[in-house]
T-cell receptor, first 112, second 114 residues
């Protein structure tokens, strides 16, 4: 059973702080890694994806991937109350790039 | 259309009834995905279409679930003999050619089986 594990939270951070969201996965064949944001009652929206070991930055967001440790994280700098949402980690494998396996998500709360 | 459209947005049905959930993908998108999200869980893969054909239906939980996409555009997810455990939000996503780097989710259909 291929699994993606996330701490359900909530993770509470003050406005302006860095929020660090973590995810581990079980399938060593996983090749692509995605972070989605999901507001309550809404559908998931893609924030970032990463394929290679290391960091990938996009504005206030940085995805970090360590395939040896089977670990992927998302950093949100200068957190804003509008970032309060559930963050879903998802992975897929080389043999099936069209089947994403999602974690249960981490709920982030940014307080003013 | 501008985005992925799912209808109805909400559906309440009695246990044992048949339901159909519709997904209108973004125009020109050949790949279409169905996921199911239960409360407090991440989305769970059900089926993936490439054009008219189901490329991967390994996520359909049992033979009560069936999905079609006869003309390679609109897709319908059909659930027979609904059970209370089928209650969830059913999400549809589409992608221009495949893969999730440019896939977009619809707003989902919330199915409640009473």
């Amino acid at each position: 059973q291929k699994e993606v594990e996330q701490n359900s939270g909530p993770l509470s951070v003050p406005e302006g702080a860095i929020a660090s969201l973590n995810c581990t996965y079980s399938d060593r064949g996983s090749q692509s890694f995605f972070w989605y944001r999901q507001y309550s009652g809404k559908s998931p929206e893609l924030i970032m994806f990463i394929y290679s070991n290391g960091d990938k930055e996009d504005g206030r967001f940085t995805a970090q991937l360590n395939k040896a440790s089977q670990y992927v994280s998302l950093l949100i700098r200068d957190s804003q109350p509008s970032d309060s949402a559930t963050y879903l980690c998802a992975v897929n494998s080389e043999e099936n790039t069209d089947k994403l396996i999602f974690g249960t998500g981490t709920r982030l709360q940014v307080f003013p | 259309g501008a985005g992925v459209s799912q209808t109805p947005s909400n559906k309440v049905t009695e246990k044992g009834k048949y339901v159909e959930l519709r997904c209108d993908p973004i125009s020109g998108h050949t790949a279409l995905y169905w996921y199911r999200q239960s409360l407090g869980q991440g989305p769970e893969f059900l089926i993936y279409f490439q054009g008219t054909g189901a490329a991967d239906d390994s996520g359909l939980p049992n033979d009560r679930f069936f999905a079609v996409r006869p003309e390679g555009s609109v897709s319908t997810l059909k659930i027979q003999r609904t059970e209370r455990g089928d209650s969830a939000v059913y999400l549809c996503a589409s992608s221009r050619t495949g893969g999730f780097t440019e896939a977009f989710f619809g707003q989902g259909t919330r199915l409640t089986v009473v």
